[in-house]
């Protein structure tokens, strides 16, 4: 496992044992608290959800995106000849060649790229996660579903987590409610909020029958790209199963 050591006190915190064998030190280093810092302060100065909230929160978001940037990239271009040795005609779900279009992969490199440090990042998010995880389990609070950086309890948190809606960094109780099912990390309700795995599905009914019967069969319409001059909607149906137990 390759793994900032930032990300090393959590995991131990969790009962896990871990022994480095080998890495990597970086000689020199910068801070991203100024970033931050002024990030944060546009929310004490103008509100939660507000719409300068909004951008400095998009701010972050794509600063962070432009760290962890894949460079390769798929691609679809018009062109009435091939672009390039890398490029195939594009292809419609229905296996139709569409004029002019062309499907291939590049690789683009900028300075902005830098997975080191946008793993670092995921890595201290991850351990305060594993920190929180910890303390809740030794208070008898079941962590019950985690998804990046929010925290789902079977019991009020309060018992084990310092609350604090205007620090940052700091954890914030974001519901409360009793009516919730969990099928997995990625599946379950909270009261009428209903996520499930790569769908768009919310009727709280598909989670609750997934709970109960262990899969449930869902159906949806996609919008497939590319598409000459009319959206290609296209039926898709599959079947989720139940990836845990559903133990009290």
Same mark, same amino acid.
């Given at each position: 496992?390759?793994?900032?050591? =930032? ?18 030190? !970086? ?8 970033? /931050?810092?002024? $990030?944060?302060? =546009? +929310? ?14 998009? $701010? ?29 005609? *594009?292809?419609?779900? @229905? ?6 279009? @062309? ?7 900028? !300075? ?5 440090? /946008?793993? @670092? $990042? &995921? !890595?201290? =998010? ?10 809740? #389990?030794? /208070? ?5 579903? *985690? ?12 018992? *084990? $987590? ?8 700091? @954890?914030?109780? /974001? #519901? ?12 379950? +309700?909270?009261? %009428? ?13 598909? =989670? ?26 296209? %039926? &898709? ?9 559903? !133990? #009290?």
């Amino acid at each position: 496992m390759v793994s900032p050591s =930032v990300e090393l006190p959590g995991l131990r915190s969790l009962g896990l044992s871990v022994r480095p064998t080998a890495g990597m030190v !970086a000689l020199a280093g910068t801070s991203l608290g100024g970033f /931050a810092d002024a $990030l944060w302060s =546009v +929310r004490g100065d103008c509100g939660r959800g507000s719409p300068l909230d909004t951008v400095a929160k998009a $701010l972050g978001n794509t600063f962070y995106g432009k760290l962890g940037a894949n460079p390769r990239r798929q691609e679809r271009l018009y062109s009435t000849a091939p672009p390039g040795p890398n490029y195939q005609p *594009a292809i419609t779900p @229905w296996g139709d060649e569409v004029p002019d279009m @062309w499907e291939g992969e590049s690789v683009s490199y900028s !300075a902005s790229q830098h997975v080191d440090v /946008a793993a @670092w $990042l &995921t !890595a201290h =998010v991850r351990n305060r996660m594993y920190l929180a995880q910890s303390a809740l #389990d030794g /208070a008898g609070v079941r962590v019950v579903s *985690a998804y990046v950086d929010c925290l789902v309890t079977n019991r009020d948190p309060t018992i *084990a $987590l310092s609350l604090s809606d205007d620090t940052l960094g700091g @954890w914030r109780l /974001a #519901d409360h409610n009793t009516d919730v099912v969990i099928c997995s990390d990625h599946a379950w +309700r909270f009261g %009428e909020t209903v996520k499930v795995p790569g769908s768009q599905v919310r009727e709280p009914g598909v =989670v609750d029958e997934l709970y109960v019967k262990g899969e449930v069969r869902i159906e949806e319409r996609r919008l497939q790209a590319p598409w000459t001059g009319e959206a290609m909607w296209v %039926e &898709t149906s599959r079947v989720l199963r139940q990836p845990v137990s559903t !133990a #009290d």
